[in-house]
């Protein structure tokens, strides 16, 4: 069998590129890099979108204003995870959460740690745990996830996008 | 069939490099400018088509980001090509022959900064046979200039002349990313990037993009502007076997050369989407053009965004129609290696 004829070759396809975040999440990343999560603000329809991406796709106009949004928020969508995925450091099981920071329109993915799986809900009130201050750079990943405030719940409705 | 209007077109300024820009950043310009032309907001369209590719971002269904840069709500009548946004634009004509549309909007946009260009394009190329020899664009490019000189059609005077005359021809437009303009010397003696073909022949990288919003004959009244109609526009591709293909011509172009009816009228000046300068004299030779103005802008060779320079020919045809005595123009936009796939345009002036 050595002598096998190879009617095939493997070709590697890879390619590497130099990304950017683009010059509005490059102005946030920046902030969070110093600990601070701005926004930005529609200047039609108001909206607060955090991470900002440089425009309100609602009404299609740049957002340039900014505002510095608080680190706590609530729980508007969760999802445990049991399964391991490749190359995550993360050891399952692990909460995913979409977090709506207060103040803000959208909400983005992070982890929820310190509480028990089974309390995890919608609703429930979160705080960002920073890294260790010298660990920072322009990540979200400076967080290292969200805790429970004991606070209260809020209502579920108020996850619905403003008019 | 209805008869269909360009009504606006921008283009932002081509750069070499957008820096930390991004797509959407890229975009909403100069989609802002055709609405500011019209006076058109997103309510006023009915469909919007965009072109670009998400190899150039190196991300997966990246054109979907691109789409924060325009006013999605309400919901709107969208759709995409992985192509130049020239095919956005034919996508668009359908759209509105079939009566689903009035107007449209088409943008292309691409940012070649980020990754090797070259090897980008390569996969575009077939997957199975083609792009895991990793052939790139310029060698692609080279291989079918250097068959046209063996075959006696091409020189390198041809080309330095085309060269020479879109450097010129750059100053018409502002937005232009201006090449530096060898002397004859410095041109001949320049290294070979893939022989027979320099620095010099290639299209330089940039990054970029390009709107335009097209109408019927009652959208176009409404705004009371020249009218640039499109008279006329094909496409065609050949095969993506190289080995099947005689590259010293172009079945492609010579066949929508007819279908055009090139012949039928007076033709005052072409815009090609030529990324090499062979392609110039090339086109010059399948259209019979004779000594007809080509590339008035300065083309590709004085800046080519990805995905939105075939627009662009379409786009600064429209442009010089309205601000000049011509009446007829012929756009081209191309896609693939070596010419493989092609659209021919007729613009025409029509006087009230």
Known sequence: MSEEKKDFFVSDISLSYQYTAGNATTRFLNKVAEGKLVAQKCPKCSAVYVPPRGSCPRCGVATEEELELPDTGAVESFTIVHIPIPGNPIVPPYVSAMIRLDGADISFLHLIQEIDLADIRIGMRVQAVWKDKSDWGTTLENIKWFKPTGEDDVDPSVFKFKE | MKDIYILAYAQNPIVADAKAANEVELIMPVVHQVFKQTGFTQNDIGFTCSGSCD???????????????????????ESHVEMDAAWALYESILKIQM???????????????????????????????????????????ALQAQLLMNNGLLTKKDMYEALTQSISNAKNNPNALVTAMPSEDDYLSADYLSSPLSTYDCAPISDGASAMIIGTEEAAA????????????????????????????????????????????????????????YEIPFIRGLLDLGNIDINLSGGPLAGNVMMAAGLDSIGKSFELLKNSDFHNGLAHASSGPCLQQNMLVHLEKIND
């Open chain 2, 222 to 277: 409404k705004l009371g502007l020249q009218k640039i109609k499109i008279s006329s526009v094909h496409h065609s591709i050949e095969t993506s076997n190289f080995g099947a293909r005689d590259l010293s011509t172009s079945e492609s172009i010579i066949g929508l050369g007819k279908k055009i009816n090139l012949k039928s009228f007076n033709l005052d000046f072409a815009e090609l989407h030529t990324q090499f300068s």
């Open chain 2, 55 to 77: 190899y150039l971002q190196g991300a997966a269904f990246a054109f979907v980001e691109g789409l924060s840069a325009i006013q999605t709500n309400p919901p709107i009548k």
């Open chain 2, 99 to 141: 009566g689903d549309a009035e107007t449209a909007l088409i943008y292309g946009f691409g940012k070649s900064s980020p990754g090797d260009l070259p090897f980008v394009s390569t996969l575009q190329t077939d997957p199975y046979y083609m792009s895991p020899l990793w052939p790139d664009k310029t060698s692609l490019a």
